[in-house]
Every structure is written in structure tokens, then in C-alpha cells.
């Protein structure tokens, strides 16, 4: 019987999973563009102006939490799109962390999406490769890892597990192993939190697994279900890159379907056809390359 200890280290994610979308994100970059450098206030008209049109492109209505009253309530600093999505829109890379007076100013990251630079794909991967704690834009998961003197990329620690995973058998065929639940994440990788455990504990998953054994919370229940809200919005947000996808509502698998670029045909793991090998483990093998874990 394992136990999940108090005092870990939060695994945080903004929970807008319909905000994180690329075509969403692309659409609400290009709108923060057009009014780079403008103060967010409720008497600067160009904001009311970035409102309507925030909603426009977007097709999303709640960039503001919906209140009752007078306009001027509505865009109050409890009320502003910097309170109210803006530890997503900075967590993500589109916004800076800070703006005096709230000005609206894009990161690098930020400005290539909404001018168009950063192909879909190349949206999620970056993301994925980016997205660490501690994690500047959460500050309480900034400082609470800061003293820990750890660190670590979530959705590459997914990813290391369900390829090592994938390993346990012949990783050309089908593997029934090559899964994670939201329990099993919250189980396993969520107390151990390092990219150097990832065998140990992927052979503690097969193991319980195997024992069908259980896990006793010592932790609240109020910081476990969040962290297994957080744990669900990473799983979708791994989902909508394509390098994982549901089997159902608490479970995600390795998706190594893939489409070979001259045969136009559609593959699982590996093809060579038409003197071009295509190799969907080592796509992924070469995204986690690119985070420095040391």
C-alpha cells in the first residue's frame, strides 16, 4: 500500500481547457496585437473596443466574468481580462508576467502566434517543451518549488512515462500497457515529481496494476481534487496536441498513429515506404529531447 503524503509540490494548470484550444489562442493573440501598448481600464475605450472584438474572433463570451450592474462594475480590476484570464494568457507565453498600470504587452512567443508564425503543431509543442514549475505566472507554485530547489516539465514527465510504458513490450505492436488514469497519475507521478524516476515509476504502475493494489490520501481532500482537476487539464491539453488521446474520461494512452507525408496513408508507430522512414516513438523521443532536465 502506497501513500500519497502531505506537503507536494502543486502540479498547476489553468483550468480554461476551452481557452487553451490553438485556433482560440491564435485568434485572441492577433486581437492583443492590434491593441498592444493600450492600459486596461474601464474609461479607455480601445478596451471596450477589445472586448467585442476578443469576442468576435474567439467565439468565446466569458473573457469577463459575468456580472450584474453598471458597465463601469464590469470593468472594475476584479473584473479585467488580466484578472480574469490572465495567469492563463501568461502561463501560456501570449502576455508578460507583469504590466505596470496593466498594460497589455505579447511575449515573443505571443506576437509570432498572432501574426501568424507558429503552425498549429508547432503551437503545442512548444507549450509542451516550455511549460515548467516553477512556473513564473503561478506564484504560489513559483515560490513553493523556487524552495524546494526542484523543477519540473509536467507534460514531458507524462510523455517519459507513457513511453516507458510503451517499452514494456514490442513498441511496433499494439501495447495494452502504454496508458495513464487521472488516479494513476495522481498516484505515482504526481508524489515523485522527477524525470530521473520515471522506470521506477512506471514499474510501480505496472506492479499495482498487476496487484490491483491501493493507495491511502493523506492529503486533504480540497488539494486533492485539485490537483486531480489540474492533472484532467494537462491530460486534455496533451490530448489536443496529438501525442496522446483518450480512451475515456480518466484515461489517456500513447498515441503513435501517424500520417506518412508521401504515401499519404495513415500508420501506427512506423512506416518506410517510398525511401522515407517515419517514426511516430521517435517524434516523440526527439520532442523531449529538447527540454534540458538537468
Known amino acids: 500500500m502506497t501513500t500519497i503524503k502531505n506537503s507536494l509540490l502543486s502540479w498547476d494548470f489553468e483550468q480554461y481547457r476551452e481557452y487553451v484550444e490553438y485556433n482560440v489562442l491564435m485568434n485572441a493573440a492577433a486581437v492583443f496585437h492590434l491593441y498592444e501598448g493600450e492600459i486596461i481600464d474601464s474609461s479607455n475605450p480601445l478596451i471596450l473596443e477589445m472586448q467585442r472584438l476578443l469576442e468576435t ?51 515573443p512567443f505571443g ?29 504560489e507554485n513559483y515560490e513553493q518549488w523556487t524552495r524546494a530547489g526542484r ?7 507524462i510523455l517519459q512515462v507513457l513511453l516507458e510504458l510503451n517499452q514494456t513490450k514490442d513498441s511496433i505492436s499494439f501495447n495494452s500497457d502504454a496508458f495513464l ?5 495522481i498516484n505515482h507521478l504526481y508524489p515523485v515529481s522527477d524525470h530521473t524516476a520515471v522506470k521506477r515509476v512506471s514499474v510501480n504502475i505496472l506492479k499495482a496494476r498487476q496487484d490491483d493494489s491501493k493507495v491511502t490520501e493523506s492529503s486533504s481532500p480540497e488539494d486533492l481534487n485539485t490537483a486531480k482537476r489540474n ?6 491539453f496533451l490530448c489536443m496536441s496529438g501525442y496522446a488521446f483518450y480512451i475515456d474520461d480518466s484515461k489517456i494512452r500513447l498515441n503513435l498513429l501517424n500520417r506518412h507525408p508521401r504515401e499519404k496513408t495513415y500508420f501506427w508507430a512506423t512506416r518506410n ?6 517514426d511516430r516513438l521517435q517524434e516523440i523521443r526527439t520532442l523531449i529531447s529538447k527540454v534540458s532536465l538537468n
Open 57 to 107: 474572433r474567439t467565439g468565446k463570451h466569458t473573457w469577463l466574468p459575468k456580472r450584474s450592474g453598471t458597465q463601469d462594475i464590469e470593468w472594475n480590476i476584479e473584473g479585467s481580462i488580466l484578472r480574469n484570464k490572465g495567469r492563463l494568457l501568461r502561463s501560456l507565453f501570449i502576455l508578460q508576467l507583469s504590466e505596470p498600470y496593466n498594460i497589455i504587452q505579447l511575449l
Open 111 to 139: 506576437r509570432a502566434l498572432a501574426t501568424g508564425k507558429i503552425p498549429e503543431q508547432m503551437f503545442y509543442d512548444f507549450i509542451i517543451t516550455h511549460f515548467r514549475y516553477p512556473h513564473p505566472a503561478l506564484k
Open 273 to 278: 515506404k517510398q525511401n522515407l522512414k517515419c
Open 231 to 236: 492533472i484532467n487539464d494537462l491530460m486534455g
Open 181 to 185: 488514469t487521472t488516479e494513476e497519475i
Open 151 to 157: 523543477k519540473l516539465y509536467p507534460f514531458i514527465f
